[in-house]
């Protein structure tokens, strides 16, 4: 049978964020968050999470969102040379580690180092209390651990430290399973497109992982429709999906952004534009509503 996942990405991104996400978990629309464990908010967000459990409706599990993309390493900068600059903030991008991927001259270190601030990552939110490793659940910010560099680093860090993970997220976001809503087809975005055939492409290198781990395989909707999940196009493509998943045997996730951050709140920890535009987006605010929305 079919499990449907109501996710938000992003929490420990921003105090106002946060709060976004923790009013859905009390209003019972969210089945799992994403916790990002390198920003220095992360301490606070952690308790914060932690306190209001005992208000959700129904249990809210806390996934690994690991991040290399954007704030400081939380593994010894030094370590870390081909992935963060002199004070050890991030400074890859998803091209980086597309092509390093392809590079055999490159692709043995940075797989080593992503594997050693990967492990760094699953401690501290293992730490927190957020998860427990026998229950772990991972995902990525932007999706880095679909690349497989990233990917191979992940196994690694898992099998180094003996971690059996309950998930790891396949970002497997069919565009088939779009092509059956023709009301929304202008609305739709090349970049977005590309995403998708890039992520889909890669998704069979985890799927295998997951069926050789004994984990159920999952398909993503969230990726296609990136920033603007909005109730009513999702609404029109989810039957779509539940019938290809049940087809599969695959759970599904439904991913949403649905926490906005304040501009006041951009540290120095937030050096890309791109992505503090997405944060900053009012498509956020749209993301929520579509979770409170009682059409889902």
């Avoid at 180092?113 to 401690?123: D, F, G, R, S």
């Avoid at 781990?213 to 993503?220: C, P, Q, R, S, Y």
Wanted: net charge positive.
């Amino acid at each position: 049978m079919t499990k449907i996942d109501f996710h938000a990405d992003d929490y420990a991104l921003s105090e106002n964020s946060d709060n976004d996400i923790l009013t859905l978990c009390k209003q019972g629309k969210l089945d799992s968050i994403s916790v990002i464990p390198n920003l220095a908010i992360f301490d606070k967000a952690a308790k914060k999470f932690l306190a209001a459990k005992k208000s959700f409706p129904k249990e809210v599990k806390a996934c690994v969102h690991l991040n290399v993309m954007e704030g400081r390493c939380l593994a010894d900068k030094d370590d870390l040379p081909d992935l963060v600059d002199k004070d050890g903030f991030f400074n890859v991008s998803w091209g980086n580690l597309f092509f390093a991927s392809m590079n055999p001259l490159k692709r043995k270190k940075i797989r080593s180092q992503l594997k050693v601030e990967i492990l760094a990552q699953i401690k501290q939110t293992t730490r927190a209390g957020l998860c427990e490793e026998k229950a772990l659940r991972v995902d990525s910010h932007q999706h880095p651990h679909m690349i497989p560099v990233f990917f191979d680093a992940l196994t690694d860090a898992l099998d180094e430290s003996g971690i059996k993970p309950e998930y790891i997220r396949n970002s497997q976001d069919p565009i088939l399973c779009y092509m059956t809503a023709p009301t929304l087809f202008k609305t739709y975005s090349l970049a977005n497109i590309i995403k998708c055939l890039i992520l889909n492409h890669y998704s069979r290198k985890v799927r295998r992982w997951q069926k050789m781990n004994g984990l159920k395989t999952n398909l993503l909707c969230g990726v296609f429709f990136s920033g603007r999940m909005d109730s009513e196009r999702v609404k029109k493509v989810l039957p779509r999906f539940v019938k290809k998943c049940e087809k599969t045997d695959s759970d599904l996730e439904v991913l949403f952004h649905p926490g906005t951050m304040l501009e006041s709140e951009l540290t120095e920890e937030f050096t890309k534009p791109g992505f503090n535009k997405f944060h900053l987006s009012e498509d956020r605010s749209v993301e929520r509503k579509s979770l409170e929305s009682p059409q889902l």
